[in-house]
């Protein structure tokens, strides 16, 4: 087994995802980093804190990107890959100007900066996919809207309901988790730019100057001061991450319980097979969900840990971001991609889910009708007691009293569904 399932050779296609983990290789941080290096020279150049050609100069550094096996001692002694780069960048440079590469920044001003710029990427991608998803779930819900099934509560049958509420319900949080990210971006797309302990000291006067203008030469917010010891954008993005994989672990979880052969009611993803019984079709992609949103689940924990960040930096904490969020990242996008396939090919079984709606589904129904004519514990009881004898629950109330109760009305699930449809529109109307 692997260290990394999210980028195993073989495992890495049910529960990684390649175009998101992009972004979190070497090569990509590096790049990310060294836009950083070059953005910070162009406000100095331009506000006259360094020569203005010692910027033009570190501007050329644009496709730089050093050997990484040369960055690799120095990462080890530093924990950090920033010392190592800037010394690389300053050789690239060369005398007289590579002294002014990094002039005035410190490590995690480059390291969170260059992650924010990588993260903002990412949101654009699994944004992307969260909409393409509601879309699929929103056509399903309304195609599906009417379509009676028995509802279960704690695992037994209950009442009747339909199909399509049940998509609207997976529906639903995607919704709100949509409407969070908006939320989430100003908070977490901003640029790091501190200096050695948060002061902007080296810039004197100048530091906001810097802090803003480096905000703007990225296209990222500014804060109202450097965060480096205050995580609470990253741990806002970790919780965000997670409910979007809770969510659809719901989904998922569903899928897995209507699918399974006993009830075959309603069946999505293609199924894989297993390596001794040939009748199986095992939920693969489903089940690949419901341990992505019980990873991520538990990675939240390391992100609010980070909080924990002492004084002015704390690399303690800060390495938990490391250690969590990317794959908690990948994990996201992973579930997505299986939660949209999974979402194209729901496929319901009007017949066996009919079958599933024998009178049990009707009690309470029946018990309300009946109270209309009796106190509601007595009707209640009533129906326990026809519950509990052979043949049809209608059949048997029918026998056991005489109010004036039209219970062939009851027998259509769809009388008894309560608002349903009408509840699906209301979802709808938000996507």
Request: charged letters at 20%; hydrophobic letters at 50%.
């Amino acid at each position: 087994m692997s260290i990394g399932i999210f980028d195993h050779p073989l495992l890495g296609g049910v529960f990684g995802d390649a175009e998101v983990g992009a972004f979190f290789s070497l090569g990509t941080e590096l790049r990310a980093m060294v836009r950083v290096e070059i953005a910070l020279a162009r406000v100095e150049g331009r506000l006259g804190i360094i020569p203005a050609d010692a910027a033009e100069a570190i501007r050329e550094l644009d496709d730089f990107i050093p050997d990484p096996s040369i960055l690799a001692e120095g990462t080890q002694a530093s924990g950090v890959i920033v010392p190592p780069l800037v010394t690389a960048l300053r050789r690239a440079v060369g005398a007289p100007h590579g002294s002014y590469v990094h002039w005035g920044a410190t490590t995690q001003d480059i390291v969170d900066t260059g992650l924010v710029l990588r993260l903002r990427d990412v949101l654009d991608i699994l944004e992307v996919r969260l909409s393409v998803l509601i879309d699929v779930l929103a056509d399903a819900a309304e195609r599906h809207a009417e379509l009676p099934m028995a509802a279960r509560t704690r695992s037994q049958v209950a009442t009747p309901t339909t199909l399509g509420l049940r998509i609207a319900g997976w529906l639903a949080p995607l919704l709100r988790c949509r409407d969070r990210l908006v939320d989430l971006r100003p908070r977490l797309l901003i640029v790091q730019l501190g200096g050695a302990s948060g002061t902007l000291g080296v810039f004197g006067e100048q530091g906001i100057a810097v802090m803003e203008g480096v905000a703007a030469e990225l296209g990222l917010a500014a804060p109202l001061k450097p965060w480096h010891s205050e995580r609470d954008g990253m741990a806002d993005l970790a919780h965000w991450l997670a409910l979007v994989t809770g969510a659809l672990g719901k989904m998922a979880g569903d899928l897995i319980l209507t699918g399974r052969s006993e009830s075959g009611e309603v069946r999505a993803g293609a199924g894989g097979g297993s390596s001794t019984m040939p009748q199986k079709a095992n939920p693969v992609a489903a089940e690949a969900i419901v341990s992505l949103a019980r990873y991520n689940a538990g990675q939240v924990s390391l992100a609010h840990q980070a909080l924990l960040h002492a004084e002015e930096r704390d690399c303690t904490a800060w390495a938990l971001e490391w250690m969590a969020l990317p794959q908690m990242i990948a994990a996201t996008g992973a579930a997505l991609s299986h939660a949209e396939g999974l979402a194209r090919s729901i496929e319901p079984d009007a017949a066996r889910m009919h079958t599933m709606l024998d009178d049990t589904v009707l009690a309470e129904a029946a018990a309300f009708a009946l109270a209309q004519h009796m106190p509601l514990d007595e009707a209640q009881a009533l129906v326990r007691r026809a519950a509990r004898e052979k043949g049809a629950l209608l059949d048997r109330l029918a026998l056991l009293t005489d109010v004036p109760v039209d219970f062939a009305s009851l027998r259509n699930p769809a009388t008894v569904s309560g608002s349903a449809s009408a509840l699906v529109r209301r979802v709808l109307s938000e996507v």
